[in-house]
């Protein structure tokens, strides 16, 4: 004799059961609870990505001012004798927050502005087509290359 168990089409009324080994209990959450925690854990903090094109050497690209990181990609119409980015204001960084740049083009002499933070192991120049990343500790205020 065979069983049928009814599904349901709507997933409101579930309650999965979950089985702790370690501490040989059983429980049960609301469906919405299980979907909540699974996004939760399964969204992966991303790069924001931000544009600059600058035109002539010189020129002060500044990375938007927030706590996001940002993946900021440089492609300046010709290879430059100098170049400041300017990171973040320090009263907005958290830690862990990166900056990652990409650059398009060669640039001679780069500086690196930590906006009232310190910066260390920044480039201080950039070969056309390559990267560098760094990654803010609030513990010193600092931030590190990492990449």
């Not at 049960?28 to 969204?43: E, G």
């Not at 907005?92 to 060669?106: F, H, S």
């Not at 933070?117 to 931030?143: E, H, M």
Request: aromatic share 8%.
């Amino acid at each position: 004799m065979s069983t049928t168990i009814p599904v349901s089409t709507s997933v409101t009324g579930l309650q999965p059961l979950f089985y702790d080994a370690g501490n040989d209990y059983v429980a049960r959450t609301a469906m919405a609870t299980l979907v909540t925690y699974l996004q939760s854990q399964l969204t992966a903090p991303g790069l924001t990505p931000q544009y600059a094109a600058p035109s002539v050497s010189g020129t002060v690209v500044t990375v938007t001012n927030s706590s996001a990181s940002t993946w900021l990609i440089l492609q300046p119409l010709a290879g430059y004798a100098a170049m400041t980015i300017t990171l973040p204001l320090l009263a907005n960084c958290i830690d862990g927050q990166e900056v990652l740049v990409n650059c398009t083009q060669a640039v001679t002499t780069l500086t690196i502005s930590g906006n009232g933070s310190t910066v260390v192991g920044a480039p201080t120049t950039l070969t056309a087509n390559l990267f560098f990343r760094l990654r803010f500790s609030k513990l010193n205020s600092t931030w590190y290359r990492v990449g």
